[in-house]
Structure formats: structure tokens, C-alpha cells
């Protein structure tokens, strides 16, 4: 059980940054594995970035690979995202998610909680 509450979205030009953060409510934050999806109007959800439990492994969309950064901080019960060299097709809906007690995962499936979402837009 956690609540998240993902922040830092805004609008932002092309080629220019942004930092997400997903607050989680829990009290064993250390025992969810965690990612970023994102959904832009009239499209599906699609696997941004994950992050297993101690932090120690990274995945990322093809789409994304080197240009952002999934991290995690236990004792803050933080995930982040930082975006840099953000391009106009990164405009979404930015959602952070966490499965209880187990692995990471590429597809939403498996995921149990979901924030609310925060909006990035990208101008060109």
C-alpha cells in the first residue's frame, strides 16, 4: 500500500531539462520497484524508465537511453527523473508507478500504484 505524488512537470523549449519527483507514502519504500510511464493524448501508455528496489539497476525506453536518468533516494522515499535534451515528442503525461515486492517491469501490467500524473510539455 503507498500513495505517489509525482511533481516538477512544466513547459519547457526544446532542447532544455526538467527534474520529476514521486513522493511515495510508505513505510517500506525500499521493497517497491518503481518506473515511469508516460501518455500523451490519444495515445497508450508507454514504459519510460525503471528502477529496482536497492536502486542498483536501470531500464530505459529506446526512445529515452541517454537522455534521461532514473534514480532513487530510500531514505527520502524520492524517485526521480531527470530529462535533459527534452524534444517536442516528450510532451506527456508523466506517470511514476511501484509494485510491491517484486521486479521491475517494462509493461504497466504489473504495477499495482499509480500517481496522478504530472504534464510535461515541449515546446519546439
Known amino acids: 500500500q503507498v500513495q505517489l505524488v509525482e511533481s516538477g512537470g512544466g513547459l519547457v523549449q526544446a532542447g532544455g531539462s526538467l527534474r520529476l519527483s514521486c513522493a511515495a507514502s510508505t513505510r517500506t519504500f525500499s521493497s517497491y520497484a518503481m518506473g515511469w510511464f508516460r501518455q500523451a493524448p490519444g495515445k497508450e501508455r508507454e514504459f519510460v524508465a525503471a528502477i529496482t528496489r536497492s536502486g542498483g539497476d536501470t531500464y530505459y525506453s529506446d526512445s529515452v537511453k541517454g537522455r534521461f536518468t532514473i534514480s532513487r533516494d530510500n531514505a527520502k522515499n524520492t524517485m526521480y527523473l531527470q530529462m535533459n535534451t527534452l524534444k517536442p515528442e516528450d510532451t506527456a503525461a508523466y506517470y511514476c508507478?511501484?509494485?510491491?515486492?517484486?521486479?521491475?517491469?517494462?509493461?504497466?501490467?504489473?504495477?499495482?500504484?499509480w500517481g496522478q500524473g504530472t504534464q510535461v510539455t515541449v515546446s519546439s
Open positions: 508507478a511501484a509494485r510491491a515486492m517484486g521486479a521491475v517491469a517494462i509493461s504497466s501490467t504489473p504495477y499495482a500504484y
